[in-house]
């Protein structure tokens, strides 16, 4: 099973197709319990999707027997200092004591940006610190683009590489930078394969802010419908297709989601076929750069 369960939804309002907004806990017990029936292994959370860890803390039922990956805080400074490194390390202390866990499987920088200004290493080093410690099995980084992969590998030794991809964001795949991760031995989680859930949204809802890309996007559709596949099925069934990704991270809001991504997971498809609904433009495929009117179909 590829799939791994995203968690920011159980911890903050997430994603431009939610309209749920963040889920019960009643509902998460349940997602739970139903992703271990699955086999779904790998959690996703962090320290800065609101209260997801405390959440997963309460809900996790005992042994559970998931892999749980978080994430450090944003440090976003000119140079890092020794403070610094304290406070990651004592961030994550506070993570595992949220989760209710001696341990974890993975963590991971959530601003790969600040391992690269003076005193960077720094940082890095207070997670090699707890992995020598047994405290965490894998650490590595959150990254948004082939440029802070290439910084990464050429610095520091890393296990885990968390980076986005989707059948509208193929830039890692093109510029060869999958190749690279796992030719250093490196295990690559996926996402924003749904982007959102723009993949998902019916074209009449779309926003306008993805006007420029329109066409693509009912192309995109079009091309789907033709081979009998759901909009799940594609964006799914294009990551799965490649081999680099070890696991494919996504948020759920309720069970029948996780039991709808879980049966659609099983589609692999030609990842060459899409080539043409690649999309370059980073103000369309990095969420983080959207610029969305509230209210606006």
Not at 115 to 132: D, H, N, S
Request: charged share 20%.
């Amino acid at each position: 099973m590829k799939i791994g369960l995203g968690t920011v939804q159980f911890g903050v309002d997430y994603g431009v197709s939610n309209k749920d907004g963040k889920t019960p806990a009643g509902e998460v017990e349940s997602i739970l319990a139903v992703a271990r029936e699955l086999k779904v292994r790998v959690l996703d959370t962090a320290s800065l999707y609101g209260d997801s860890e405390q959440v997963l803390g309460n809900c996790l039922p005992a042994a559970a027997g998931f892999d749980i990956v978080t994430k450090t805080p944003q440090f976003a400074k000119p140079v890092v200092d020794a403070d610094d490194a304290e406070r990651l390390q004592q961030a994550f202390h506070e993570s595992l004591i949220k989760l209710k866990c001696d341990s974890l499987y993975g963590l991971l920088m959530h601003r790969a940006d600040d391992l690269f200004v003076p005193g960077g290493e720094r940082l890095m080093a207070a997670l090699t610190g707890l992995k020598q410690q047994g405290l965490v099995a894998k650490i590595g980084v959150s990254v948004y683009s082939a440029e802070q992969i290439d910084q990464v590998l050429d610095r520091f030794a890393v296990d885990l590489v968390q980076l986005p991809i989707s059948v509208l964001d193929q830039r890692l795949l093109r510029s060869g930078h999958l190749r690279k991760l796992k030719a250093a031995g490196v295990e690559v989680h996926a996402r924003s394969v749904f982007l959102q859930g723009l993949l998902l949204m019916d074209l009449s809802e779309i926003p306008a802010y993805f006007a420029p890309v329109r066409n693509i996007l009912e192309s995109y559709r079009q091309f789907i419908r033709a081979r009998g596949l759901t909009p799940l099925q594609a964006a799914l069934g294009f990551v799965s297709g490649l081999s680099e990704i070890d696991r494919i991270i996504c948020g759920v809001n309720n069970v029948q989601q996780l039991h709808d991504i879980c049966n659609a997971a099983n589609v692999e498809l030609d990842c060459a076929e899409f080539a043409d609904f690649a999309i370059g433009d980073e103000a369309i495929v990095n969420p983080a750069l959207w610029r969305l009117e509230p209210g606006k179909p």
